[in-house]
């Protein structure tokens, strides 16, 4: 994995040929991959067609062949990943607040100390960015699942990331809360030109906010636009093969 500073102000993400084994399995096989500087990309497929593998991959976390190329805006720049992961759960009896999460996750301070002033501010301005900052206060445990979603990626966009990667965003949010999450991904890539590739199983948002899907099945079956891939022969034959849930 490496960068390279050619691409405008945001991150490129270019994947070449890449394969992952576990022990004679073949995971993923010969994945190509091209996501541009301030696209929204879905990565689709039934279950077990290698999607949490390849976000492994990109993150560093599983071995894989092949090449994974990022572009970042400067030569010297270090390139910064956010990363919200598939529903984490708390304890509903859970005292802990988002302020307390915040300040453990990003702060010096132990976590035991009771959070200050500039640091209650900190994580208002992260929380804004999201538009959740009547959620300071709340207890992780009883938040909606929109809401936990809201601030996991807040949580994700500090330090700003070049490139947002979410791991099945959609899960356990009701309908309301998809668009109003979505509505929210496409406001942060604009505002701050970040590159945003997200799994889902989930279809029925994709073709008013992503510019790209791809359908992976072990290998790519189909990229293009959502429209596209969601009506093409290959995606009637990857769901009805691989018995997944559209």
Same mark, same amino acid.
């Given at each position: 994995?490496?960068t390279?500073g !050619?691409?405008?102000?945001?991150?490129? #993400?270019?994947?070449?040929d @890449?394969?992952?084994? =576990?022990?004679?399995?073949?995971v993923?096989?010969h &994945?190509d991959?091209?996501m541009?500087?301030?696209?929204i990309?879905?990565?689709i497929?039934?279950?077990?067609a290698?999607?949490s593998?390849?976000i492994?991959?990109i993150l560093?976390e599983?071995d894989?062949t092949g090449s994974?190329?990022?572009?970042?805006?400067? $030569?010297r720049?270090r390139?910064?990943i956010?990363?919200v992961?598939q529903?984490?759960?708390f304890d509903r009896?859970d005292p802990?607040?988002v302020l307390d #999460? =915040?300040?453990?996750?990003?702060?010096?301070?132990?976590?035991?100390l009771?959070?200050?002033?500039?640091?209650?501010?900190k &994580?208002?301005?992260?929380?804004?960015?999201?538009?959740? $900052?009547?959620l300071? !206060?709340?207890r992780?445990g009883?938040?909606?699942g929109?809401e936990?979603q809201r601030?996991?990626?807040a949580?994700?966009?500090?330090p700003?990331?070049?490139i947002?990667?979410?791991? $099945?965003?959609?899960s356990?949010?009701d309908v $309301?809360?998809? !668009?109003?999450?979505?509505?929210?991904?496409d406001e942060?890539?604009k505002?701050?030109?970040?590159?945003?590739?997200?799994?889902?199983h !989930?279809f029925?948002?994709l073709d008013?906010y992503?510019d790209?899907? &791809?359908? @992976?099945q072990k290998?790519v079956?189909?990229?293009?636009a959502p429209?596209d &891939?969601?009506?093409?022969?290959?995606?009637?034959?990857a769901f009805q093969?691989?018995?997944g849930?559209v």
């Open positions: 994995m490496h390279h !050619d691409c405008g102000h945001a991150c490129c #993400l270019k994947i070449e @890449l394969s992952v084994r =576990f022990g004679t399995d073949a993923l096989e &994945v991959l091209h541009h500087c301030g696209q990309v879905a990565l497929g039934p279950n077990g290698g999607k593998t390849l492994r991959a560093g599983r894989y994974i190329t990022f572009s970042t805006c400067g $030569e720049q390139l910064r956010g990363y992961p529903s984490p759960t009896g802990i607040s #999460l =915040f300040c453990a996750c990003t702060g010096k301070r132990p976590a035991f009771r959070p200050g002033k500039a640091a209650r501010q &994580v208002l301005a992260c929380l804004a960015n999201v538009h959740g $900052e009547g300071i !206060d709340k992780i009883a938040l909606s929109g936990l601030v996991l990626l949580l994700a966009l500090e700003m990331p070049h947002l990667i979410l791991d $099945e965003p959609l356990g949010v $309301e809360g998809m !668009d109003r999450l979505m509505q929210m991904l942060i890539r505002k701050f030109n970040l590159s945003i590739l997200m799994t889902t !989930d029925s948002m008013r992503v790209k899907v &791809v359908l @992976l290998t079956r189909c990229v293009g429209k &891939v969601l009506t093409s022969e290959a995606f009637r034959q093969m691989g018995g849930a």
